[in-house]
């Protein structure tokens, strides 16, 4: 199982041909307390780079972009009765979605935990 990370603080963990995207600890700890979670449809299609879910915190509103292109086959409907998930267990019970992926290769434009590690440094 690789976990790979973007410049946004988005994590997205591949298992054979899908992968789950969430936020990194980081992440949730620059956002606050989240008060509340809006996920994608399933059956949408994203890119690479397109707003996926929406974060509110009492701080703010923020995106969760796409790191790769795919299909949302599921999304994590317990964060909308438990949206402090994101905050207590960022990336594990506090995944976003669950993606069938269009292209494998755009993994390889994503950063390594040291090289994310360094990035947040």
Do not use: C
Not at 31 to 60: I, Y
Not at 82 to 91: F, G, L
């Amino acid at each position: 199982m690789t976990t790979k990370f973007t410049k946004d603080h988005e994590w997205i963990r591949v298992e054979g041909d899908e992968a789950i995207v969430g936020v990194t600890a980081y992440a949730a700890e620059q956002l606050g307390d989240v008060v509340f979670v809006e996920l994608p449809d399933v059956g949408r299609s994203v890119t690479a780079g397109d707003e996926m879910a929406v974060v509110e915190s009492v701080k703010a509103a923020s995106e969760v972009y796409a790191p790769i292109a795919g299909e949302v086959v599921a999304v994590n409907d317990a964060l909308e009765d438990a949206p402090q998930t994101v905050n207590e267990s960022p990336d594990a019970d506090g995944w976003f979605v669950r993606l069938k992926i269009a292209d494998k290769s755009q993994l390889d434009g994503l950063m390594d935990e040291a090289a994310y590690k360094a990035h947040i440094g």
